[in-house]
């Protein structure tokens, strides 16, 4: 069969799903694996949760070489006004996702048209935005004996055209921790605040505080960033809080820098909490969103290699302070990750992202080339 991509990843813009939700998603794209690869016995396959392995054993395999996409969308009400907007409330693929998948399936037709030399694994892996999957799945063992001695992937990029492709030798994603912190006080009327102990204050300190962090702690060559975006406080104008809490984000371009900045928050929230003299309760959760580190010697080849496609506008791009799971498995496993162009003026997350398709066909023919070359 030859595949519509198109068709494809309008199929699964249609249907997001939050991570380890993603059942009609796993649905369809077993549906499409199936017709793929019915009549190739030397193609195997399994389920992890919601998760796909397709295994592509190779006639003299020396290592295996592994395509990872990741299959879950976003809680994020779609604004695009396409025919083929998400049917699903309150869920979208808005970070591109839909392409990724459509991607993957693209690559697994071109490089199972033949056996190939060496093994090949195509992982779709769930719950990339909240449950760091792929730490998820490598730590269950789901891999097996399918672990991949070099794995790759990719990321659509909307600032960038298409035929542009965008990597480096070293940290192209930041790693990520999220911080929940809640400052417990003492709640009472507002015309006696001599008799409460006003959580929303503390609060209010910290966050000013905090901002030092990245401006006096932070190498400005390393850099770093500390976003809080969510804080509640109170119900109503005239009662004193008695808790506040905060949600936010670290990111950082190497994991040292990562735990120096989240000591440096826990630190400030401690002191601010004894100033005040109330408690504070702090979570610090890093699980799963390490840097995304290319490995040099795969990632020169790779870049090599697309330097040398006329078609191919390769930028050797620096680090940037979005986090991605797929830093987990490079951290266990060597490998590249890179971006490919969408050309759409509104960015990741954004409710009316909407990605130019061409990117597909350009995407399939020139990646698979690259993994053909490697495995065949």
């Given at each position: 069969?030859?595949?519509?991509l198109?068709?494809?990843r309008?199929?699964?813009?249609?249907?997001p799903?939050?991570?380890l939700?993603?059942f009609?998603?796993?649905?369809?794209?077993?549906k499409?694996?199936e017709?793929?690869t019915?009549?190739?016995?030397?193609?195997?396959?399994?389920?992890?949760?919601?998760?796909?392995?397709?295994f592509?054993?190779g006639?003299n395999?020396?290592k295996?070489?592994g395509?990872?996409?990741d299959?879950?969308?976003l809680?994020?009400?779609?604004?695009t006004?396409l025919d083929f907007a998400?049917?699903?409330d309150?869920?979208?693929?808005?970070?591109?996702?839909?392409?990724?998948?459509?991607?993957?399936l693209g690559?697994l037709?071109?490089?199972?048209?033949t056996?190939p030399k060496?093994n090949?694994?195509f992982?779709f892996?769930?719950?990339?935005?909240?449950f760091?999957g792929?730490?998820?799945?490598?730590?269950?063992?789901?891999?097996?004996?399918?672990?991949?001695?070099?794995f790759?992937?990719?990321h659509?990029?909307?600032?960038?055209?298409?035929g542009?492709?965008a990597?480096?030798?070293?940290?192209l994603?930041?790693?990520?921790?999220?911080?929940?912190?809640?400052?417990?006080?003492?709640g009472?009327?507002?015309?006696?605040p001599?008799?409460?102990?006003?959580?929303?204050?503390?609060?209010?300190?910290?966050?000013?505080q905090?901002q030092?962090?990245?401006?006096?702690?932070?190498d400005?060559?390393?850099?770093g960033?500390?976003?809080?975006?969510?804080?509640?406080?109170?119900?109503t104008n005239?009662?004193?809080?008695?808790t506040a809490?905060?949600?936010?984000t670290?990111?950082?371009?190497?994991?040292?820098?990562?735990?120096h900045?989240q000591n440096?928050?826990?630190?400030?929230?401690?002191g601010v909490?004894?100033s005040?003299?109330?408690?504070?309760?702090i979570?610090?959760n890093p699980s799963g969103y390490l840097?995304v580190?290319?490995n040099?010697l795969?990632?020169?080849e790779?870049m090599?290699?697309?330097?040398?496609?006329p078609?191919?506008n390769?930028?050797n791009?620096?680090?940037?302070?979005?986090?991605?799971?797929?830093?987990y498995?490079?951290?266990?496993i060597?490998?590249?990750?890179?971006?490919?162009?969408?050309?759409?003026?509104?960015p990741l997350?954004?409710?009316k992202?909407?990605?130019n398709?061409?990117?597909?066909?350009?995407?399939?023919?020139h990646i698979?080339?690259f993994?053909k070359?490697k495995?065949?």
């Open positions: 069969m030859a595949l519509d198109i068709q494809i309008r199929d699964l813009h249609q249907i799903e939050i991570g939700e993603e009609k998603t796993q649905a369809y794209l077993l499409i694996i017709e793929l019915q009549d190739k016995p030397f193609v195997k396959q399994k389920t992890w949760r919601t998760g796909i392995l397709v592509v054993e006639y395999a020396q295996t070489i395509w990872r996409t299959i879950d969308g809680p994020i009400i779609e604004e006004g998400s049917q699903h309150g869920r979208m693929h808005a970070c591109g996702h839909d392409m990724h998948m459509t991607l993957a690559l037709e071109e490089l199972t048209q056996q060496e090949l694994l992982l892996q769930p719950a990339e935005e909240n760091a792929g730490m998820l799945m490598y730590e269950d063992g789901a891999f097996g004996d399918w672990k991949p001695d070099e790759y992937g990719l659509v990029r909307p600032d960038m055209k298409v542009d492709i990597t480096n030798t070293g940290t994603f930041a790693g990520t921790c999220e911080v929940k912190i809640t400052f417990k006080g003492k009472g009327h507002a015309a006696f001599h008799q409460s102990n006003d959580a929303l204050v503390a609060a209010a300190y910290f966050i000013t905090v030092t962090v990245v401006s006096r702690n932070v400005p060559i390393e850099g960033v500390v976003t809080f975006g969510a804080m509640q406080a109170g119900t005239n009662v004193i809080s008695e809490f905060m949600h936010g670290i990111r950082a371009l190497t994991q040292d820098m990562s735990l900045i440096r928050v826990k630190t400030i929230a401690e909490a004894a005040f003299g109330m408690e504070v309760d979570i610090l840097p580190e290319n040099p795969l990632a020169q790779l090599m290699f697309f330097q040398n496609q078609e191919v390769l930028i791009c620096p680090p940037a302070m979005t986090g991605e799971d797929f830093g498995l490079l951290h266990k060597p490998g590249v990750m890179f971006w490919l162009g969408i050309d759409t003026p509104y997350h954004h409710a992202m909407s990605p398709e061409k990117s597909l066909a350009f995407g399939v023919k698979s080339t993994l070359q495995s065949y």
